[in-house]
């Protein structure tokens, strides 16, 4: 492929996700039906994820 087409398709999806990031930021702001819903699934996940890795020990001298 042409570098320099691979850039310009870089640029699009890139453009493309941050469009995609702004518009949930701002459905996100809205508030709509499901956000305390999916904030507290969000929050679940963290927290599992946090139990599921063990943590560090230091090695025995």
């Not at 042409?2 to 996100?28: I, S």
């Not at 927290?47 to 025995?60: E, S």
Request: hydrophobic content about 50%.
């Amino acid at each position: 492929m042409h570098p320099e087409t691979h850039l310009v398709l870089h640029r699009t999806r890139a453009a493309e996700l941050r469009a995609e990031a702004d518009a949930r930021r701002l459905a996100a702001r809205a508030g709509g039906p499901g956000a305390l819903r999916t904030r507290l699934g969000w929050t679940l996940v963290e927290l599992g994820l946090r139990l599921a890795i063990a943590p560090r020990t230091a090695p025995a001298l």
